[in-house]
């Protein structure tokens, strides 16, 4: 089985980072592979940044179902382009804030998000809303590191396990969410400082995207994840008719 994993920033390293995480989670005989789009930026921190990843995301999804994948995992916490990449992938996708929230909120009665700058508590809020997730999230924290310093400063660490401990001790949570795919590498070091399970949405989408292909399970084809109807499209996005 081939899970494959699209990172949807350009930036090597994290994609490396993305595919170690990932494949801790994968089962037996089950190939990861994690994947840098050809275009978008180098990291995804604002509205603009996410608006942009999305062609590259859906150049994946389309070279993944060339190659025969039998699942998809958008590792960005923005969770951007996962409607559109349904309509396309023939097995299932799942960002991993989709993937973290609903583990959580499995895990315990409050949850808490942590991510890295205070401009993208918006958009993760957004998202608890969109999941169904409000009663359970109590709070969504930003330790404000940018995401591609999230490895080149030392002190990134401790800057988030703080926001860890206040959301744990000021805020009630009694889950951790960590709200980048680049605080992957974070989870057993902030698990055994608090005593609480903390969520990495990359392996845990990982897993399960693996399970829901394992069961044959699909995204519906009915309504509103069929096909996009086909059409001309013009300028840079001329390669992307269906």
């Known amino acids: 089985?081939?899970?494959?994993?699209?990172?949807?920033?350009?930036?090597?390293?994290?994609?490396?980072?993305?595919?170690?995480?990932?494949?801790?989670?994968?089962?037996?005989?089950v190939q990861?592979?994690?994947?840098?789009?050809?275009?978008?930026?180098?990291s995804i921190e604002s509205h603009y940044d996410e608006a942009l990843s999305v062609p590259g995301i859906l150049s994946e999804i389309a070279a993944g179902e060339a190659a025969g994948a039998a699942g998809y995992v958008i590792a960005c916490f923005g969770d951007p382009g996962v409607d559109a990449a349904r309509e396309l992938a023939t097995g299932p996708v799942l960002g991993i804030a989709e993937a973290a929230m609903r583990a959580a909120s499995?895990?315990?009665?409050?949850?808490?998000?942590v991510?890295?700058?205070?401009?993208?508590?918006?958009?993760a809020r957004e998202l608890v809303d969109r999941y169904g997730l409000r009663s359970t999230c109590v709070s969504v924290r930003a330790c404000e590191i940018p995401v591609l310093d999230l490895e080149a400063k030392p002190c990134a660490p401790d800057r988030i396990l703080a926001e860890?401990?206040?959301?744990?001790?000021?805020?009630?949570?009694?889950?951790?969410?960590?709200?980048?795919?680049?605080m992957a590498n974070l989870c057993t070091l902030l698990s055994a400082d608090l005593g609480l399970p903390v969520i990495d949405g990359v392996s845990t989408a990982t897993a399960m995207v693996t399970g829901l292909a394992a069961l044959g399970l699909h995204t519906s084809r009915r309504g509103e994840y069929a096909p996009p109807p086909v059409k001309a499209y013009t300028g840079l996005l001329c390669g992307f008719e269906q």
């Open 1 to 29: 089985m081939l899970i494959r994993v699209i990172n949807p920033n350009t930036t090597q390293a994290m994609t490396k980072l993305i595919g170690e995480s990932a494949c801790l989670a994968a089962g037996p005989g």
């Open 32 to 42: 990861v592979e994690a994947v840098t789009p050809a275009m978008g930026p180098a």
């Open 106 to 113: 499995i895990l315990g009665r409050a949850f808490s998000v």
């Open 115 to 123: 991510t890295t700058l205070d401009r993208t508590r918006g958009r």
């Open 164 to 182: 860890c401990r206040a959301a744990r001790d000021d805020d009630g949570a009694d889950v951790i969410v960590l709200g980048c795919a680049g």
